[in-house]
């Protein structure tokens, strides 16, 4: 099978196995760009059955940390936000200019929630998702969104497309991120938030908190996401990772920020974010 990320049919090494209560998952480890991939891939059964049933309200995780339960919850809104803005401001998208969005995997629009304080107040805000509950709830929050399988049917471009933590969920990354770039201004930016399997994950091993059976199919390493953006067309404008692996809970302050600093400053972390544009022309 070939790597979703970097596209070769090369070798791929196991690397670890995760349960979570009836969800289990083997990772495997790409022998071209070491981005992990769940083999056999789940079926579009399995995958559909998480998404439902109040997915807002699960767990769905063995690791400790922030589960669904929290990072939808009304009082983690300051977090998420605050994560939002710091991320935008790395990658240099300035608040002016921005006269529409749309947010690939919107959940219950928590993003749009963010976007409607932090850019003009007569930017455009659209968003998709999967999950009918999700979407479902977003409309009960006043947010205009659609169906993924209704967004073919879009009839205009964006400035900014978002994809937060969502692209490790999808089963064909760069059919996605190809797919997209028919909804982009011609001048647009695509920015994605990921997991990314280096370092830190290779410390961690069956623990790193990234490798969710079922719901993320697969993380890609640095390598890996450089090369499935430059297949689909792009070029990648800004980059910056985050995030040591420090939880709160198991590492006290001042050495959780020191990590995190470190982390970001030496670019190790395990969470990459990056912004995109087509590639030029020559």
Same mark, same amino acid.
């Given at each position: ?5 970097? !596209?070769?049919? !090369? $070798?791929?090494? #196991? ?28 079926? $579009?059964?399995? &995958?559909?059955?998480? /998404?439902?049933?109040? =997915?807002? %309200? ?17 009082? =983690? ?6 994560? =939002?803005?710091? @991320? ?22 928590? #993003? ?5 304080? /932090?850019?003009?107040? %007569?930017?455009?805000? =659209? ?42 969920? +999808?089963? %064909?990354?760069?059919?996605? &991120? ?11 930016? &695509? ?6 399997? !280096? ?14 059976? +079922? ?5 890609? @390493? ?11 067309? #792009?070029? &990648?404008?800004?980059?910056? @990772?985050? !995030? ?14 020191? #990590? ?6 030496? %670019? ?6 990056? @912004? ?7």
């Amino acid at each position: 099978m070939k790597c979703v990320w970097c !596209g070769k049919a !090369g $070798k791929k090494i #196991f690397y670890a196995r995760v349960r979570w209560e009836k969800l289990d998952s083997k990772w495997y480890r790409c022998g071209t760009c070491s981005s992990l991939m769940i083999l056999p891939r789940p079926s $579009k059964k399995l &995958i559909a059955q998480v /998404y439902e049933n109040d =997915y807002r %309200d699960k767990k769905l995780q063995p690791h400790a940390g922030v589960d669904n339960r929290i990072r939808y919850s009304k009082e =983690y809104r300051p977090t998420v936000f605050a994560e =939002y803005a710091l @991320s935008l401001a790395d990658l240099g998208i300035q608040k002016v200019g921005v006269t529409s969005v749309l947010d690939f995997g919107c959940a219950d629009g928590v #993003f749009l929630e963010f976007c409607k304080e /932090y850019f003009n107040a %007569d930017t455009k805000l =659209y968003g998709t998702d999967l999950s009918e509950g999700m979407l479902e709830q977003a409309r009960k929050n006043g947010w205009n969104v659609i169906s993924l399988s209704e967004i073919g049917k879009l009839k205009r471009t964006f400035d900014l497309i978002t994809l937060w933590d969502v692209i490790e969920h +999808v089963e %064909d990354p760069g059919t996605v &991120i190809s797919q997209l770039k028919k909804l982009l201004s011609p001048k647009g930016r &695509i920015v994605i938030q990921t997991p990314r399997f !280096g370092l830190l994950g290779e410390f961690a091993g069956e623990h790193w908190p990234h490798l969710l059976p +079922v719901q993320h199919l697969s993380v890609a @390493s640095k390598e890996g996401m450089q090369k499935c953006i430059r297949r689909a067309g #792009f070029a &990648i404008e800004a980059h910056s @990772s985050f !995030g040591a692996n420090a939880p709160s809970t198991a590492v006290a302050q001042p050495y959780k920020r020191v #990590f995190d600093q470190l982390a970001k400053k030496l %670019d190790f972390g395990d969470v990459q974010i990056l @912004s995109m544009r087509r590639k030029m022309k020559s």
